[in-house]
């Protein structure tokens, strides 16, 4: 299976924005296996991210986890205050606490505009963004999180595995 639509500028992205080597990972904010994919990730860009393009696609599993869909909308919605990692990294960091109330919590830890923050959480422009990620990784076949990509090509394998494959190609 094939990345559908390709990386564009509506895409959350890190790293090296020109590099040749592109990982794209769906994600759940509540899914364990996400949550035990984030450190190896953030191993991953500390060791490559000066050679690798690194994007988030939101794939909140609803039936499954309650509250994937709030958390990703409050990341959409610390995007609109250009803190969208940081607000994906301390979800991920708090999983276990993960509840209506914590990104109410996170936000103010980051010191976002918390009126603005409230506003944009309702936004259907933002809910718009999320449901065409999440339909996006439908069409390119993602069945479960997280699901990566490498230069728009499926990647089966776990975070680790995707590790050892820049291992091995990057150096």
């Not at 040749?20 to 991953?44: H, M, N, R, T």
């Amino acid at each position: 299976m094939s990345l559908k639509p390709s990386v564009s500028n509506a895409d959350h992205a890190q790293g090296n924005l020109d590099s040749d080597l592109e990982i794209v990972e769906y994600g759940d904010y509540q899914c364990p296996y996400c949550g035990s994919a984030y450190p190896v990730l953030k191993e991953l860009m500390k060791e490559f991210g000066n050679q690798v393009k690194f994007v988030f696609r939101n794939f909140p599993l609803t039936e499954m986890h309650q509250y994937a869909r709030v958390a990703a909308l409050a990341a959409e919605a610390a995007n609109l205050q250009g803190k969208f990692w940081e607000m994906h990294d301390a979800i991920y960091e708090n999983q276990r606490d993960l509840n209506e109330n914590l990104p109410m919590k996170l936000a103010k830890q980051l010191k976002l505009n918390i009126p603005q923050f409230e506003k944009d959480l309702e936004s259907s422009e933002l809910a718009d963004k999320v449901d065409s990620d999440f339909e996006s990784g439908i069409m390119s076949g993602v069945n479960g999180t997280p699901s990566f990509f490498v230069n728009g090509k499926k990647f089966d394998g776990d975070a680790e595995d995707l590790l050892e494959l820049v291992r091995e190609n990057v150096n």
